[in-house]
Nanobody, 126 residues
Framework: QVQLVESGGGLVQAGGSLKLSCEAS????????VGWFRQAPGKEREGVAC????????YYPDSVKGRFTISRDNAKSTVYLQMVSLKPEDTGVYYC???????????????????WGQGTLVTVSS
């Protein structure tokens, strides 16, 4: 079964840190670019980080740059999102998604990405 499973979400105070994991099974994650996305209540889903197959291309929007770090361990079929200096506006459901095309993950229409996880909730209290 092809799937992505996110973990690591939870409740944290503003200024705190969390590390999310996205583990793949049923397919070779090493040939897929991966992105992290989030959806806050009442808002559209937005991308917060993406990484190419070998980690050579990484992108963050300005809203999280300097606070979020995406990384991957292809041997473990896992992509991580380290989040520090969290703010209440970082609250939302965080999803990972994978696609063979890095530009689809980093700049394309996310609705067409090949594999999505079920999401993990991050709540940042003020």
């Amino acid at each position: 079964q092809v799937q992505l499973v996110e973990s690591g979400g939870g409740l944290v105070q503003a200024g705190g840190s969390l590390k999310l994991s996205c583990e793949a099974s049923g397919f070779g994650l090493d040939v897929y670019a991966v992105g992290w996305f989030r959806q806050a209540p009442g808002k559209e889903r937005e991308g917060v980080a993406c990484i190419s197959t070998n980690g050579g291309l990484i992108y963050y929007p300005d809203s999280v740059k300097g606070r979020f770090t995406i990384s991957r361990d292809n041997a473990k079929s896992t992509v991580y999102l380290q989040m520090v200096s969290l703010k209440p506006e970082d609250t939302g459901v965080y999803y990972c998604a994978a696609d063979p095309q890095v530009m689809s993950v980093c700049a394309g229409d996310e609705r067409y990405l090949e594999v999505w996880g079920q999401g993990t909730l991050v709540t940042v209290s003020s």
